[in-house]
């Protein structure tokens, strides 16, 4: 088995936006007595912490924001890749463009973007809709590929300005330095620790083309899953 266990959080160790299932809790301590588990995601850390809830505090590495802010399980600041001005306004002026493009009506307009600090996450109808309404709204990716291929130049735009943008979670869009996603920032947390690659793995439900996970592809060995109960059924076999 190997040492070190890379992991998203929505959708792969909880459902999008919820707490972790208490019935999920003691397979991923079982976990942690036999290897390192460390939580890559776009939400920040706080979030990550919360949605694990404190029975898991003290058992997980956290690399919020795709990795650019890397936390301890003792609560060790590893590095910070704050967005500059400069880039929170190409990617502001890329949602406006898209939003238009999208002309969709939503629930709460205060809840489509999250300014994470070394992200910024967009969601087409907001982050805390109804999580049935969610699931439903683009299962395959296929309104956000769309969006990212109608706005193709804007895309380019973007990465005149360092920016990145990736498909992430049930409904967003997340952006973040150019380069500096998440399969850059597991290897650098490796080189960091002082681990081998191939003492590692990378859990995830975004790694088809596109998705916020795909970079770690040839970075380490990965393991695709639909959804946060295919992750428990993987471990269970893993751990019997």
């Given amino acids: 088995m190997q040492k070190h266990f890379f992991f998203d959080l929505d959708n792969t160790l909880t ?19 036999h290897a390192d588990i460390i939580v890559v995601s776009g939400h920040g850390e706080a979030d990550i912490r ?6 898991l505090h003290g058992y997980f590495y956290t690399l919020g924001q795709n990795g650019n ?27 406006a463009k898209a939003r238009a493009s999208l002309n969709y009506v939503v629930r709460d307009e205060n809840d489509i973007i999250e300014d994470r600090d070394s992200q910024i996450a967009f969601s087409l109808i907001g982050h805390h809709e109804d999580k049935a309404k969610k699931d439903a709204f683009d299962p395959r990716h296929e309104i956000r590929f769309k969006l990212l291929k109608d706005l193709a130049s804007d895309v380019e735009a973007l990465k005149a300005a ?40 990378y859990i ?18 990965t393991h695709a899953i639909k959804d946060y109960r295919e992750t428990y059924d993987f471990l269970k076999k893993m751990l019997s």
């Fill in 15 to 33: 459902p999008s936006k919820s707490l972790i299932e208490e019935a999920h809790i003691s397979i991923l301590k079982q976990l942690a007595e």
């Fill in 50 to 55: 919360s949605h694990l809830t404190e029975a």
């Fill in 69 to 95: 802010r890397a936390v301890t399980k003792g609560g060790e600041v590893l590095w910070n890749n704050s967005l500059t001005k400069e880039q929170r306004d190409a990617i502001l002026a890329f949602i």
């Fill in 162 to 201: 360092r920016v990145e943008v990736r498909i992430g979670g049930t409904t967003n869009l997340d952006f973040f330095e150019y380069g500096k996603n998440k399969g850059y920032n597991v290897n650098m947390f490796i080189k960091k620790m002082g681990w081998k690659n191939e003492d590692c793995i």
């Fill in 204 to 221: 995830g439900d975004a790694l088809f083309p596109g998705g916020n996970d795909e970079t770690v592809v040839g970075v380490i060995e």
